[in-house]
């Protein structure tokens, strides 16, 4: 029902509460207040302080006053008093409230409390003599847009729950609503505008955000098609060999990636399909994790595949899994875009007819035509740079292989829990002994001088540079040098006489290898480049990373950036420049030189930018939340999780009865995205 129909909204009120993305009444009832003021509790006349917003039951206790200091402004003042004392109800140019008041009026006044010359003065009051609607209640501040204030809002509400309330649908099945005490929609609604105290607002709104979530979690869990049923999977068998494995390795595993790697060997032990998380900061150590899960697997007779997302990461870890795989027989090969066609169809070819154990690629390796013998286990990297569904196809490419995805952006428990909810979690809580932290530091362009300088020094002594600069689009106006321009003026100028390369995103996978690998040989003293060098490249002999315009960047991203250095033996630094004055980038910049805690960084990060621009999120798909909140909902998001879980259980299609409301918000909340998924 379109929002004109509310009494009170003409076209230009419509007009403006689109602007709030309000078209429908549902939209209107559904638009939660972004605060409360508590007028709820009344307090006496003598425990008013000053600057304070109050709430007085008075009786008027003389006459009114009114003075003109000015030609434009006249003040009212009416006297009152409680049986703690006296004070003086103050108005500007409201003069005719004068003549609503006679002495004895008993009254409720809500206002802010101004003491002066001893005089307890309330100004501006809002009062009411009959029943409490402005005073004695919890008032709802909503976002507001031009040319609309609160209290044409509340008016609206008002009418919108008296006429329309009783319309609202029930979504929640009663089942479920019994079960877990939730507060019938109706309620919810007119508490979440108007709670009658704190506790009925604390019961609306739980119940609002489990519906929410609830809703969220079951279009996710739709979505990867996870929960028709526990997955029968590959019972891999115990392999002793992989202790003789780990003992040859040339460093001793962390305690916690021992306790991650056991808990990938049960998985992989058991008859269910593994679905496993990793997540560990940078330089965690989580390859070498993937390693023996594929050894693993090898042993037992099967191929494995590792998906990177960018080729330069994928020819990495080729590098890297053929050297630690080099006194066995395991043959491994790499499958990237770039690969000449005669040597991919030979790839084909030989993982149809089992001859590669481990396949290692971009996306490549989900493409139609790759087709394996006996896949027994796939290994994303880095995950939030895929989509959801990229995930499915490649667990796709076997018979319900065991799935392991690894990510280095520690992602805040409540967000992990939405987008991997599906997921089991591993956590490497901890780095490999002997790094040496890196020096972070935050300055502005007015010293790029010095940073160069002391770059060079670095090169001198046989180190190597990254210097990264933000990806910039046609229309920006802002001023943010793109990396080839920065190429061209420090290879030229300031680095005359050095190796400088360049890489950014718009060369050729070929060329953006060749480039890498001369900078990974050693051949380039200094790496210019846009951020395809943030996930997962490892050049240890680079120690120093300069970032330019940094405020540009998201704080997890920036982590990661650094994540680049300090990967050797030698005193890594990461150097900052803020092109930005604002405080809130001088915060930002101020937690990255504080904390080297990828969780903590991560967590900051959601807090000052929101889950929505929080990266990774839009591409996962997930829509936007009206009520619910992921750093204080853990609690009822755990719950709203498990009974996704129940309810698909019984009943996958959402076909019952009971649950068709439930179905149509799954699709009302995902909109197209869900539809043609799993609607049909
Ligand atoms: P990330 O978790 O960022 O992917 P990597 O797996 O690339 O980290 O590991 C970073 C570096 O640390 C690699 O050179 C790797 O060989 C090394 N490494 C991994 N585990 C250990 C360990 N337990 N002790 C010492 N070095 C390790
Ligand atoms: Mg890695």
Redesign the pocket.
């Known amino acids: 029902m379109t929002i004109q129909y509310v009494k009170g909204v003409g076209p230009k009120r419509a007009k403006q509460l689109k602007r709030l993305n309000i078209h429908t009444v549902e939209d209107l009832l559904y638009f939660v207040p972004r605060e409360y003021e508590d007028r709820s509790k009344f307090k006496d006349i003598s425990q008013c302080a000053e600057g304070e917003q109050i709430s007085l039951n008075v009786e008027i206790s003389g006459y009114p006053s009114k003075i003109k200091p000015r030609r434009n402004l006249t003040i009212l003042k009416i006297p009152v008093r409680d049986h703690s004392g006296h004070a003086q109800l103050v108005w500007f140019n409201q003069d005719y409230i004068a003549n609503k008041l006679t002495i004895g009026d008993r009254i409720a006044v809500h206002g802010k409390v101004n003491i002066f010359n001893n005089e307890i003065q309330i100004m501006n009051p809002v009062f009411e003599k009959g029943d409490h609607e402005k005073v004695g209640k919890i008032i709802p501040i909503y976002p507001l847009t031009e040319k609309l204030t609160n209290n044409e809002m509340i008016r609206i509400m008002t009418n919108a729950i008296r006429d329309y309330g009783h319309s609202l649908k029930e979504r929640l099945p009663n089942y479920l609503r019994e079960e877990l005490d939730l507060m019938p929609i109706r309620e919810s609604i007119i508490n979440i505008h108007f709670p009658k105290d704190r506790k009925q607002y604390f019961e609306a709104r739980r119940r609002l955000v489990f519906e929410e979530l609830l809703t969220l979690q079951l279009g996710l869990f739709l979505i990867r098609n996870r929960t028709k049923e526990i997955n029968q999977g590959i019972q891999f068998p115990h392999i002793s060999e992989v202790d003789g494995f780990i003992e040859g390795l040339p460093?001793?595993?962390?305690n916690a990636?021992r306790r991650v790697y056991k808990e990938i060997e049960m998985d992989m032990e058991k008859d269910a399909q593994m679905n496993r998380l990793i997540q560990?900061?940078?330089?965690?150590?989580?390859?070498?994790i993937a390693i023996l899960a594929m050894f693993k697997a090898w042993k037992s007779g099967y191929q494995s595949v590792m998906m990177a997302p960018t080729e330069i990461l994928a020819q990495q870890h080729y590098d890297?899994i053929s050297s630690f795989y080099k006194e066995y027989d395991i043959r491994c090969e790499l499958l990237v875009g770039s690969l000449s066609n005669k040597k991919k169809e030979e790839i084909l070819d030989d993982l149809r007819t089992g001859k590669i154990n481990v396949l290692v690629g971009t996306h490549a390796v989900i493409q139609d035509k790759v087709e394996f013998n006996k896949l027994g286990l796939a290994i994303t990297?880095e995950q939030h740079r895929f989509g959801v569904k990229q995930r499915a196809v490649l667990s796709q490419k076997g018979e319900s292989p065991d799935i392991l995805v690894?990510t280095?952006t520690p992602i805040p428990r409540t967000l992990a829990l939405i987008l991997y909810g599906d997921l089991d979690i591993s956590i490497?809580d901890e780095l490999?002994?002997?790094r040496k932290e890196i020096e972070t530091y935050a300055v502005g362009f007015n010293i790029v001088d010095r940073i160069h300088n002391f770059v060079k020094k670095q090169i001198l002594e046989g180190r190597q540079a990254y210097i990264v600069c933000p990806l910039i689009e046609e229309s920006d106006t802002l001023k943010v040098k793109s990396a080839e321009e920065l190429y061209i003026i420090l290879k030229n100028e300031v680095y005359k006489g050095f190796n400088v390369g360049l890489l950014h995103g718009r060369m050729k996978p070929g060329e953006k290898d060749y480039v890498m690998g001369k900078f990974a040989n050693g051949e380039l003293d200094v790496l210019i480049s846009t951020t395809v060098i943030e996930v997962?490249v490892?050049v240890?002999n680079a120690n120093i990373m300069v970032i330019y315009n940094a405020e540009r960047f998201g704080l997890a991203q920036l982590h990661q950036l650094r994540?680049r250095v300090g990967?050797g033996e030698y005193q890594s630094y990461c150097i900052l420049i803020n092109g930005s004055n604002s405080k809130i980038s001088r915060e930002r910049m101020r937690i990255l030189q504080k904390s080297t805690d990828g969780f903590y960084i991560s967590e900051k990060d959601l807090e000052l930018r929101g889950p929505g621009e929080f990266f990774g999120t839009k591409q996962h798909g997930l829509p936007d939340l009206k009520i619910a909140n992921l750093f204080t909902d853990m609690e009822i998001l755990r719950l709203a999780q498990k009974k996704a879980k129940e309810i698909l259980e019984e009943d996958v299609y959402l076909v019952d009865e009971k649950h068709s409301f439930l179905r149509q918000s799954i699709i009302d909340l995902f909109k197209d995205r869900i539809k043609d998924l799993i609607f049909n």
Not at 280 to 287: E, L, P, R
């Open positions: 460093f001793k595993l962390t990636q560990g900061d940078v330089g965690s150590g989580k390859t070498i890297s990297d690894m280095a490497i490999p002994p002997g997962g490892n240890p994540g990967r």
